[in-house]
C-alpha cells in the first residue's frame, strides 16, 4: 500500500483523531505524557485530574517530596521511575528553562525523562509541530501495514517521515495510535471492521 492509500483509508477510519490526555497546559501534558508509557490514558486522566487539582506548575513539583509523588501516581504504574523523572524535568524547567517548557525538540530532550516519544507529543500536541511520535501502537501498526520491518522505534520514526509528507506527521501519529487502540489491537484486531484488511498480510478476515 502506498502513503497516499493508508492516509486515505485512516481519514475514512479516524475521522478527528486528537490527544486523549487531558491537559490545559504544556507543562500538564509533559506530566501526563511521562504518566502515559505503559499505562492507559484513562487511568492518566483519572489520576491528573486529581493531582493537578493541587500541583500544575514546574515550581509545584520542583521541590515536592518524592514520596508524596509517588503516591499520588501510583495507580500508573512504574510510580517510583515516573516520579524521579517528573520531579527532575520539573527541575531543569525552572532552573535552565526559566519555568517554561521549552518549545524545541533538541531541548526537550535534555529533560530528565523525556525521550524521542515524549518530546515528539508534546512538540506536536502543545506546540503545533510537525512530529511524529512513535509509541507502542503506532510501532504496531506500522509493521503490519508493511511501512516498516523493525521494532525499534527510532528507525520505525525515521522511515515514517520518509513515507508521509510531513504536514501529515503530527495527525498521522493521532489516527495510527487510536487507529491501533481501537481496531488494529495487538491481541484480536478487528480485521472485519478495518480497510485494509484487503491488502493487510495478518488480515484474520
Ligand atoms: S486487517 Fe487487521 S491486522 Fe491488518 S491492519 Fe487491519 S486490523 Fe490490523
Redesign the pocket.
Known sequence: MDALQIMNSLDLMIENPKCELEHKTPFELLVAVILSAQCTDKRVNLVTKELFKNFNKPEDFANMPQGLLEEKIHSCGFYHNKAKSIISASKDIVNRFDGKVPNDFDQLLTLAGVGRKTANVVMAVAFGGDNFAVDTHVL??SN??GIVKTDDPNKCEQKLCMFFPKNKWSKLHYQMVL??RY???AIK???E?????????????
Open positions: 504496531r501498526v503490519r501495514l487507529f491501533g481496531i488494529c489491537k484486531p478487528d480485521c471492521k478495518c480497510l485494509f484488511n484487503k491488502e493487510c498480510p495478518h488480515s484474520r478476515v
